[in-house]
């Protein structure tokens, strides 16, 4: 599933990306050429404004200047001195045709006839672009200029194939940039969306996993429950009924707890567990549970001690009813797998402006192997698979209630060589 997902996330973000890149390749292609466009055209402009220029200054025209001419500005030039071609008369008809056409466009459609005796005493001329009988663009110019002993015609024409060259040169170049940048967009989406799929892609297994396991630790006690009620029908006198109750209502605890577990995660997970900060005195929060739990430790001979520091501490911004919670879990882990006549410890530090709570043992401890997923949900080492008061939830609960506090909680090896929690909190809630 995740995989068509993959691919189908990868060719929508390719596809938008791509397209964006082609509507601003194009953009920026139009832009371009029109200043290529432009810049041909003035370029045309400024080489005919100076050959008219220095036309106008010269009583003597002479052949090297022309030839210089055509050859430097890429021109074809036909001048007449009233109406008499100068120089020589070219060989190519079509160009003889154009040049005549460009008089006659100049003429019909711009009003001016440079072949014209009349008697202005100004220059004039025109600009526009015209083609010719196969099409060619060109840059044309007609101008009529006054001298002493009459006039001169002078027709020019600049072939637009240099520019249409560069434009198909630069569209190609576009062209493959664009691909090339599609190519890498579509590399770039792949692994993208691989990265963003994959914390959904995990939270999906770890849904599943979460599933079947308090699947499996619903059935248990369930198959219990069962069982017990179907003894229970069959028992023929009142203690063995009150054994079987007493089964019953023990898994069914069992279940109250478990699920309640489950929806305090389920809280976590969709951020509606909200915590009531106020200001709390850590030392004697903690005193308030050591004096809860010591009975509970004496029942099971483990020698329980608590060390607080000497000065006095300031407040500390916290949910106490949740810390306590997780100060709950940890103490009853102790009480389940630390051995008789083991040592349990409450330890308070106050390093401003964190307050760092300790809980640890000299019980079996916690394999390093195990260490790094004991914060997950429904893990349990195998030293604990015969506890059937524990699901492998209560870690994970303490987890996400110093998450909410914005806070730590990491295992270490207790000196003691048994397992050492630490809870870090900041005296602020910031």
């Known amino acids: 599933m995740f995989h068509k997902l993959h691919i189908r996330f990868t060719f929508f973000f390719a596809s938008i990306a791509s397209l964006i890149l082609i509507f601003m390749s194009i953009i920026c292609l139009l832009i371009s050429e029109k200043g290529m466009k432009q810049n041909h055209y003035i370029a045309f402009l400024n080489n005919m404004n100076a050959a008219i220029t220095h036309i106008e200054s010269q009583n003597v025209l002479t052949y090297q200047w022309f030839l210089e001419t055509e050859q430097n500005a890429r021109l074809f030039i036909r001048i007449k001195d009233n109406n008499r071609e100068?120089?020589?008369?070219?060989?190519?008809?079509?160009?003889?045709?154009?040049?005549?056409?460009?008089?006659?466009?100049?003429?019909?459609?711009?009003?001016?006839?440079?072949d014209s005796e009349g008697t202005s005493s100004i220059m004039q001329k025109t600009d526009f672009q015209i083609k010719d009988d196969e099409g060619t663009s060109y840059y044309a110019c007609a101008a009529r200029i006054p001298k002493d002993h009459g006039f001169l015609s002078v027709v020019a024409l600049e072939p637009m194939t240099g520019l249409k060259q560069q434009i198909l040169v630069q569209r190609i170049g576009f062209v493959g940039a664009d691909l090339l940048g599609i190519f890498l967009l579509t590399v770039f989406s792949w692994f993208f969306t691989k990265k963003l799929l994959s914390p959904i892609e995990k939270n999906r297994r770890q849904q599943a996993a979460f599933i079947s396991s308090a699947s499996h630790e619903l059935r248990s006690p369930l198959t219990v429950i069962l069982s017990d009620l179907s003894a229970l029908k069959k028992a023929?006198?009142?203690?063995?009924?009150?054994?079987?109750?007493?089964?019953?209502?023990?898994?069914?605890?069992?279940?109250?707890?478990?699920?309640?577990?489950?929806?305090?995660?389920?809280?976590?997970?969709?951020?509606?567990?909200?915590?009531?900060?106020?200001?709390?005195e850590v030392d004697t929060l903690l005193l308030d549970?050591?004096?809860?739990?010591?009975?509970?430790?004496?029942?099971?001979?483990l020698h329980f001690s608590i060390r607080l520091p000497d000065e006095i501490l300031p407040p500390c911004s916290m949910d106490s009813v949740r810390i306590l919670q997780v100060l709950s879990i940890l103490l009853d882990n102790a009480l389940s797998y630390v051995p008789a006549g083991g040592h349990v410890q409450i330890g308070l530090i106050y390093q401003a402006p964190a307050y760092l709570i300790s809980v640890s043992d000299d019980g079996p401890g916690i394999s390093a192997e195990h260490r790094e997923h004991v914060f997950r949900r429904f893990y349990r080492g195998d030293s604990s698979r015969h506890e059937k008061s524990h699901f492998g939830l209560g870690l994970s609960i303490a987890s996400e209630i110093m998450k909410l506090h914005k806070g730590e909680i990491t295992l270490t090896d207790s000196p003691e060589g048994g397992a050492c929690f630490l809870l870090k909190l900041n005296s602020r809630y910031e």
Do not use: C, V
């Not at 089964?247 to 909200?274: C, F, K, T, V, Y």
């Open 86 to 114: 100068l120089f020589y008369q070219r060989q190519n008809t079509s160009l003889q045709d154009l040049f005549e056409k460009t008089a006659q466009t100049a003429r019909d459609t711009y009003g001016l006839d440079i």
């Open 236 to 280: 023929d006198n009142k203690e063995k009924q009150q054994a079987f109750l007493s089964s019953i209502e023990q898994e069914g605890l069992r279940m109250s707890r478990l699920i309640e577990d489950m929806l305090a995660l389920a809280n976590a997970d969709s951020h509606s567990w909200s915590i009531h900060l106020e200001e709390t």
């Open 289 to 301: 549970t050591y004096e809860k739990y010591e009975p509970l430790m004496r029942e099971k001979k």
